[in-house]
C-alpha cells in the first residue's frame, strides 16, 4: 500500500529522482519515490536477474509482446523474438517518426544504458544552458554527480591489450588513418571487474554480451549507488509497480496524486491517492512532460503554461554501421559496453562526437557499429491526446536529416580512406543510418522555461522537475552525468530555500 501523505514525494527512480531522493533523505525530510517498475534484485530460477541478451525472455521488455532490439536485422533476417508481456526492464515507445528507449524500474536507465559517463563540454554546456552557472557545475556539481555515480576510467594498458576491445581499437585505427582523433569514455561500469571477466575469474556480464536488458553484474547502477545511499538515510522509501497518472493540488495547497498500481502483466490491481507537500517529477524526459501536460489539458493543473511539452529533442542520435574488409577482424569477444568516441565535434559544420559501439553477437560479423551525437537545433513538442489520455511527441524525419548528413560527411570520409562502405541490412529496410530511434530524450519541461533555473514549475509552489526533462533537447554528449549534475544544482538550491527555511 502507499502511506496517504509525505512531505516529500520523488516521481520516477531515474538519474534526476536518485539524486534528489538522497539529499533530501540526507536533509532528514521524510520522502516517498513512486516508481512504475520493478525492482530488480532477485534471481530467477535460471540463477540471474536480468535476461540473457541474445535470447531475450519476458524480463527483457515492459509489456510487450515480441522483443524490440536497436538492429532490426541482419542480412536482413528480422533478430527479434516472441516473449511474454511482462513488466519487464526495457520499453520502446512509438511516435510516428521517433521512437524511444526507455528502462524501467528501480533506476530507471540506469538498468539498461551503456553506463558511459562523460560530463559535457563547457563551451557546448554554456551554450545551451547560457544562464545556469557554469563555475558552480564544473567546481562542484560535475564532481559531486560523477562521485556519486561510481565513474571510472579504463586502464589503458588493458585497454590496449583486451580481447574486449579489439572492435573499438580497429574503428580507431581506421579514424585515425581518416585524420580523427579519438577519445576514451569513462564509465559506470566497474572496468576492474571488466579485467577480471576477461581473465575468467568472474562471472561475465559485458563481456556475456549484457547491455540493454539489464547487466547482471559489474554495473554501477543507480540502485546501488545513490539509491542505495538514499534509502541508508532511513528517511526514503521506494514503492514499485505504482504508476502516477493524476496531479491536482488541494484547498490547502498540497498535491494530491492518483496512483495506479499494476501487476506485472500491466494489469491494474488497485488505484489509491496520495499527498505530498513538494512533488518532484523525475519520471523522465517522455514521463514527467505527459504527467504535466496531461494535468495542465485535463485541467487538474490548469495554471501550467505553454512551454509544458516544448523543446523536445533525441540529442542528434544516429546509428550506422560499417562493412569491414576481411582480414580486419573486430574480435567474437566484444565488451557490451562503449570505451571508445570519435571526436569531431569541434567540426564548426558539422559537430559529431560517435560513440564505438559493440556489436555483441558472439561471431566475427565484420561490422563496426557507431551511435553518433550530433548538433540538430530541430525541436519537436508534445501535445496531449485525449483519446488515449497521453501525450504524444511530434517530429519528423525531416527533423532527424541535418543528424544524419553531419554524420555522414566524417564517416564518408573514413569509408573514403579506408575503401570500405556502410551496411545497409541493419535497421530492418536498406537505409545506412537509422534516426528513427533515440537513447537519449531530452528536453519537454525546459530549465528556464517551463520551470525558473533551479527546477521550479512556472504556476506552481513545491512542484520540481528534476530529470531530463529541463535539458534542451541535446547535451553533445550522452546525457545521464549532466541530469544527475543538474538535480545535485537545483535540490541544494530547493533545499535552502523553499524546504529548511
Ligand atoms: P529515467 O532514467 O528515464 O527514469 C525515469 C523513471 O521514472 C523510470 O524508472 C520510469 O519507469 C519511471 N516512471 C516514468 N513515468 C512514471 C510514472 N508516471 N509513475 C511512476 N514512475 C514513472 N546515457 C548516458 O549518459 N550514457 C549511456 O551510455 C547511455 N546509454 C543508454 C542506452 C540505452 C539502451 C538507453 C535506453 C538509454 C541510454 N542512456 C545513456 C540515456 C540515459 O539512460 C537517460 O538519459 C537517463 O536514464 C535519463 O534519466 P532521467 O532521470 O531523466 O529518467
Given at each position: 500500500g502507499l502511506p496517504d501523505f509525505s512531505p516529500a514525494v520523488v516521481i520516477g527512480t531515474g538519474y534526476g529522482a536518485a539524486a534528489t531522493a538522497l539529499r533530501l533523505g540526507e536533509a532528514g525530510i521524510p520522502t516517498v519515490m513512486l516508481e512504475m517498475g520493478q525492482l530488480w534484485d532477485t534471481p530467477t530460477a535460471?540463477?540471474?536477474?536480468?535476461?540473457?541478451?541474445?535470447?531475450?525472455?519476458?524480463r527483457s521488455m515492459w509489456l510487450k509482446e515480441r522483443s524490440e532490439m536497436p538492429l532490426a536485422s541482419f542480412l536482413w533476417i528480422d533478430i527479434n523474438t516472441n516473449i511474454e508481456r511482462y513488466a519487464g526492464v526495457l520499453d520502446r515507445v512509438h511516435y510516428g517518426d521517433m521512437s524511444v528507449y526507455l528502462g524501467r524500474g528501480v533506476g530507471g536507465g540506469s538498468l539498461v544504458n551503456g553506463a558511459m559517463a562523460?560530463?559535457?563540454?563547457?563551451?557546448?554546456?554554456?551554450?545551451?544552458?547560457?544562464?545556469?552557472?557554469?563555475?558552480?557545475?564544473?567546481?562542484?556539481?560535475?564532481?559531486?554527480?560523477?562521485?556519486?555515480?561510481?565513474?571510472?576510467?579504463?586502464?589503458?594498458?588493458?585497454?590496449?591489450?583486451?580481447?574486449?576491445?579489439?572492435?573499438?581499437?580497429?574503428?580507431?585505427?581506421?579514424?585515425?588513418?581518416?585524420?580523427?582523433r579519438t577519445a576514451f569514455v569513462p564509465s559506470v561500469y566497474d572496468f576492474d571487474y571488466?579485467?577480471?571477466?576477461?581473465?575468467?575469474?568472474?562471472?561475465?556480464?559485458?563481456?556475456?554480451?549484457?547491455?540493454?536488458?539489464?547487466n547482471n553484474h559489474g554495473k554501477r547502477s543507480l540502485d546501488k549507488t545513490y539509491l542505495a545511499a538514499a534509502l541508508g538515510t532511513g528517511n526514503v522509501t521506494i514503492k514499485t509497480l505504482q504508476e502516477v497518472r493524476d496531479i491536482r493540488r488541494s484547498a490547502d495547497g498540497t498535491y494530491r496524486l492518483t496512483v495506479r498500481e499494476l501487476d506485472e502483466t500491466g494489469g491494474t490491481v488497485a488505484r489509491r491517492?496520495?499527498?505530498?507537500?513538494?512533488?518532484?517529477?523525475?519520471?523522465?524526459?517522455?514521463?514527467?512532460?505527459?504527467?504535466?501536460?496531461?494535468?495542465?489539458?485535463?485541467?487538474?493543473?490548469?495554471?501550467?503554461?505553454?512551454?509544458?511539452?516544448?523543446?523536445?529533442?533525441?540529442?542528434?542520435?544516429?546509428?550506422?554501421?560499417?562493412?569491414?574488409?576481411?582480414?580486419?577482424?573486430?574480435?567474437t569477444l566484444q565488451s557490451g559496453m562503449p570505451a571508445l568516441g570519435i571526436d569531431a565535434w569541434d567540426d564548426?559544420?558539422?559537430?559529431?562526437?560517435?560513440?564505438?559501439?559493440?556489436?555483441?553477437?558472439?561471431?566475427?560479423?565484420?561490422?563496426?557499429?557507431?551511435?553518433?551525437?550530433?548538433?540538430?537545433?530541430?525541436?519537436?513538442?508534445?501535445?496531449?491526446?485525449?483519446?488515449?489520455?497521453?501525450?504524444?511527441?511530434?517530429?519528423?524525419?525531416?527533423?532527424?536529416?541535418?543528424?544524419?548528413?553531419?554524420?555522414?560527411?566524417?564517416?564518408?570520409?573514413?569509408?573514403?580512406?579506408?575503401?570500405?562502405?556502410?551496411?545497409?541490412?541493419?535497421?530492418?529496410?536498406?537505409?545506412?543510418?537509422?534516426?528513427?530511434?533515440?537513447?537519449?530524450?531530452l528536453g519537454g519541461a525546459v530549465l528556464g522555461e517551463a520551470t525558473d533555473l533551479y527546477g521550479r514549475v512556472k504556476g506552481y509552489d513545491n512542484l520540481y522537475v528534476i530529470d531530463g526533462a529541463l535539458v534542451p533537447g541535446s547535451t553533445g554528449v550522452n546525457p545521464f552525468v549532466t541530469i544527475t549534475a543538474l538535480a545535485e544544482r537545483n535540490v541544494d538550491r530547493i533545499l535552502a530555500e523553499d524546504i529548511r527555511s
Open positions: 535460471d540463477g540471474s536477474v536480468f535476461s540473457p541478451m541474445l535470447s531475450p525472455d519476458k562523460v560530463t559535457p563540454r563547457r563551451s557546448y554546456f554554456e551554450e545551451i544552458l547560457p544562464d545556469v552557472d557554469a563555475d558552480e557545475m564544473y567546481g562542484t556539481y560535475f564532481p559531486r554527480a560523477n562521485a556519486a555515480l561510481g565513474v571510472n576510467e579504463i586502464d589503458r594498458d588493458w585497454f590496449e591489450d583486451c580481447d574486449s576491445y579489439r572492435y573499438a581499437r580497429l574503428s580507431r585505427k581506421h579514424a585515425e588513418k581518416a585524420g580523427y571488466m579485467r577480471r571477466e576477461e581473465a575468467g575469474e568472474v562471472p561475465r556480464s559485458a563481456l556475456d554480451s549484457e547491455v540493454i536488458f539489464g491517492e496520495m499527498g505530498a507537500r513538494h512533488l518532484f517529477l523525475g519520471a523522465g524526459s517522455i514521463g514527467s512532460t505527459e504527467l504535466l501536460l496531461r494535468a495542465r489539458d485535463t485541467g487538474t493543473l490548469p495554471g501550467l503554461g505553454e512551454e509544458i511539452g516544448q523543446g523536445w529533442g533525441p540529442n542528434g542520435n544516429v546509428m550506422l554501421g560499417r562493412a569491414n574488409h576481411a582480414w580486419d577482424l573486430t574480435g564548426p559544420d558539422n559537430p559529431v562526437f560517435a560513440e564505438i559501439a559493440p556489436m555483441p553477437a558472439g561471431v566475427e560479423l565484420w561490422v563496426s557499429l557507431y551511435l553518433a551525437i550530433t548538433k540538430n537545433p530541430a525541436r519537436g513538442h508534445f501535445t496531449y491526446d485525449a483519446a488515449s489520455d497521453s501525450a504524444k511527441l511530434h517530429w519528423t524525419a525531416e527533423q532527424g536529416q541535418a543528424s544524419i548528413d553531419a554524420a555522414k560527411v566524417h564517416f564518408d570520409r573514413i569509408n573514403g580512406v579506408n575503401n570500405t562502405v556502410y551496411r545497409h541490412d541493419l535497421f530492418g529496410d536498406t537505409r545506412a543510418f537509422e534516426n528513427r530511434f533515440t537513447y537519449h530524450p
